[in-house]
Nanobody
Framework: QVHLVESGGGLVQPGGSLRLSCAAS????????MGWYRQVPGKQRGLVAN???????HSAETLKVRFTISRDNAKNTVTLELNNLQPEDTAVYYC?????????????WGEGTQVTVSS
């Protein structure tokens, strides 16, 4: 099992920045993909960015200019830098670990951290 704890959310003014962190505990495999998703009420949870153990990144095209994902394999953490935040970025941001077991992807989710962008 994998336990994920997000931190770093909060209230920020438009144009501001935040740094979200996710700490993973339990059985973490080097092949696990770590990532961030976000969700607003009434909408589906959507990808922000994923990062594999080798550092390869898959990001939402509209967010990659302002949001940067990084990963520390030694500490089992994944970080998301959010820059030039806008009101439409207001959402709950979730950390996810994806694990391939040879037949299917297994997913582990954190409980989320709220990001609110407002003046």
């Amino acid at each position: 099992q994998v336990h994920l704890v997000e931190s770093g959310g909060g209230l920020v003014q438009p144009g501001g920045s935040l740094r979200l962190s996710c700490a993973a505990s339990g059985s973490i495999f080097s092949s696990d993909v770590m990532g961030w998703y976000r969700q607003v009420p009434g909408k589906q949870r959507g990808l922000v960015a994923n990062i594999a153990n080798d550092g390869s990144i898959h990001s939402a095209e509209t967010l990659k200019v302002r949001f940067t994902i990084s990963r520390d394999n030694a500490k089992n953490t994944v970080t998301l830098e959010l820059n030039n935040l806008q009101p439409e970025d207001t959402a709950v941001y979730y950390c996810k670990v994806s694990r391939w077991d040879g037949q299917r992807w297994n997913e582990f989710w954190g409980e989320g951290t709220q990001v609110t962008v407002s003046s």
